[in-house]
């Protein structure tokens, strides 16, 4: 068995069942952190099929931006475990469609792609000394994104700043109770009598 086939199973696998905890378990920390699983799987699957621009920004953003959010907000909130009772009748129907659609979406995939011809029986020999002058992924999409869309990739910036400081501004709380300094009373005050000398009787 070739490593990347190898590989290809193990990531599947992880990610299956780190997704199947993230819906099976009662405490919110926990399907977070096994989230934050599930996509570094992912990105590991990415990694392999080439993709490394994706597997890079999913992992830059969805683990070290959102995940890390998710995670602290609900540390934050601190849910509490609620125990709810329901009944097979009102959940069932939905949960009947939703099996069926993924069903129908998982033949579909198997019907298209060979998953188990993955495996190379005659080996394929790459002259690197020629393959080492194109260019990568990453590299592509740098070259197009601040070359040819350079002014979107601006604007997206400015207004991503403009976002942060209105959050920023947003989340201040102006209290009226708290003594603050006037600058301009400062300014216009008389230096002449800010020093008073007094004599003191022995």
Known sequence: MQTDFFL????????????????????????????????????????????????FMLLIVYVGAIAVL???????LNVKKTSINLSIFSIGPIGIITFFILFNQLVGVFNDFDTLGLKQNDLIWISWITEH???TNIE?????????????????????????????????????????????LQLNRNFGGAVKFI???K
């Open 70 to 76: 998710f995670l602290f907000v609900v540390m934050m």
């Open 133 to 135: 002058t194109n260019l």
């Open 140 to 184: 592509a999409v740098g070259q197009v994104l601040y070359t040819k869309y350079n002014f979107l990739f601006i604007l997206s910036g400015l207004i991503l700043l403009v976002a942060m400081l209105g959050a920023i501004v947003l989340t201040m709380h102006q209290r009226t109770d708290v003594k603050k300094q006037k600058i301009e």
């Open 8 to 55: 290809y199973f193990l990531f599947s696998s992880f990610a299956l069942l780190a997704s199947l905890m993230v819906i099976s378990l009662s405490n919110a920390v926990h399907s977070v952190l096994f989230l934050i699983l599930v996509f570094c799987n992912i990105a590991g699957l990415l990694l392999l099929l080439g993709a490394e621009f994706l597997s």
């Open 199 to 201: 004599n003191l009787r």
